[in-house]
């Protein structure tokens, strides 16, 4: 029997908030699969702000804190697949700081 709907984790990866310039910096080189859910994690001393195309100000998450983006909320599965595209880069900036910052990203294989 196949299960219907699974979903996967892409990589995660992250950014080290001691790098920080106040510029925009990749969290990420691109997103290897469309994701329907992404959670960014400010495990760091200092405040980020969240960007999708490294010049415009998008989100803001406080430091030690996260925020989850669910774009599949109120949607029946494999119905209307909501997702950011495949690529694509998230990038942060802040004050430099102590600790990481990560991106935690799920996607539903094509075909289900």
């Known amino acids: 029997m196949s299960v219907k709907n699974s979903m996967y984790y892409i990589p995660l990866t992250g950014l080290d908030s001691a790098a920080f310039t106040g510029a925009y910096q990749a969290i990420n080189t691109g997103t290897p ?9 400010n495990n760091s001393t200092v405040d980020v ?13 406080p430091s030690k804190s996260a925020v989850l983006y669910d774009l599949q ?3 029946q599965p494999n119905n209307e697949m909501c997702t950011l595209a495949q690529g694509t880069i998230f990038y942060a900036k802040g004050a430099a700081g102590v600790g990481l910052i990560k991106l ?3 996607y539903q294989p094509r075909g289900q």
Do not use: A, E
């Open 33 to 41: 699969q469309p994701c329907f859910i992404y959670k960014i994690i």
């Open 49 to 61: 702000t969240i960007s999708l195309n490294g010049v415009t100000d998008m989100d803001f998450i």
């Open 73 to 75: 909320t109120n949607k």
């Open 104 to 106: 935690v990203g799920l």
